[in-house]
């Protein structure tokens, strides 16, 4: 399947973004997940002055092949063959789930992996409007995570295009505990993780940098942390970088802690994205959590996240 593409830029030039109509329809409408967020903000991002930046391109599903290489092969076919108990998807969440959860989980893995692929080939900031799915861990699904994009994508990129050394800059307020735990013996990537202390999981990981925040630390005492955290990305020296941008960690949200404003987001985001220039890291982002009451706020911090995105990578050229 050619990937479907939006806007009007070049694919190589313009900054591509990958989105499918399964990120909201493949969840049910009673789950207790803002569903609809995705679809809300391409229509945003489709009315900004920026739009003509950007390339939105439809994934593929991910194959079988792929998702193994972070993942157990009986919690994959239990999930392929809807076996999974009860049990196990509570744990993740997004229940009840609908028909379509299998074909959305593929397409959205499928999604960050290809964001991947363009970003290893062409270089600049690539993107996925869904995922960041840093809780699943390698035999289990959980806080909403089914399988882990980010471990995936960081393997995928070092078994099969030839990159040395990955870093994953996990910024989401909770911690990246089964990100870390799946790359826990892989010396060829890096696992960061800024995240607020009290925060679910309440039983945390141990990631190659940790760096914990105090709940209601604001803006300033945040970007302490977050840039100590791209210093030790940086000092890796990686040929690509994963990018966990969740803007959950806003003021308004109910499931974060750290009371961080939306232009202290927006001064996170830039941060990263002109480091990442000043030394040509391939970049990728993984749109992360926002659970904003009401959605707005977290829509805001995403929109200016694309958008942004599409600025510092069109720099790139």
């Not at 990955?166 to 013996?185: C, R």
Request: aromatic share 10%; charged share 25%.
């Amino acid at each position: 399947m050619t990937p479907n593409e939006l806007g009007n830029a070049s694919t190589n030039q313009s900054f591509n973004l990958w989105y499918h109509p399964l990120y909201t329809d493949g969840i049910h409408v009673e789950a207790r997940f803002p569903r609809e967020r995705y679809q809300i903000l391409l229509n945003r991002l489709k009315d900004s002055e920026q739009f003509h930046m950007f390339a939105i391109r439809e994934p593929r599903q991910i194959s079988k092949d792929s998702l193994l290489l972070a993942h157990d092969s009986t919690y994959v076919d239990e999930f392929l063959e809807q076996k999974l108990s009860e049990k196990e998807m509570r744990r993740i969440g997004l229940t009840p789930w609908t028909p379509k959860m299998i074909d959305r989980t593929l397409c959205l893995t499928g999604g960050a992996l290809e964001a991947t692929i363009h970003a290893v080939e062409y270089g600049g900031i690539t993107g996925n409007m869904a995922g960041g799915t840093h809780h699943a861990h390698r035999d289990f699904g959980s806080g909403y995570c089914i399988f882990n994009d980010l471990a995936i994508s960081a393997m995928y990129a070092i078994e099969k295009l030839g990159i040395k050394r990955v870093a994953i800059l996990d910024l989401d307020v909770h911690q990246g505990d089964g990100t870390a735990t799946i790359l826990s013996n892989e010396a060829r990537t890096r696992t960061i993780s800024v995240h607020c202390s009290t925060n679910f999981p309440f039983r945390k990981s141990i990631s190659d940098f940790d760096l914990p925040v105090e709940p209601k630390a604001g803006d300033e005492l945040f970007m302490e942390k977050v840039r100590e955290a791209v210093e030790q990305c940086v000092d890796f020296q990686p040929e690509l970088v994963l990018y966990q941008a969740g803007v959950d960690g806003l003021e308004q949200d109910h499931l974060g802690k750290l009371c961080v404003t939306r232009e202290g987001m927006q001064e996170r985001n830039q941060y990263v994205f002109e480091k990442m220039l000043q030394n040509r890291i391939p970049t990728v982002i993984f749109m992360g959590g926002g659970y904003s009451k009401p959605i707005e706020h977290s829509l805001d911090s995403f929109y200016d996240l694309f958008i942004d995105a599409s600025i510092w990578n069109n720099r790139w050229s």
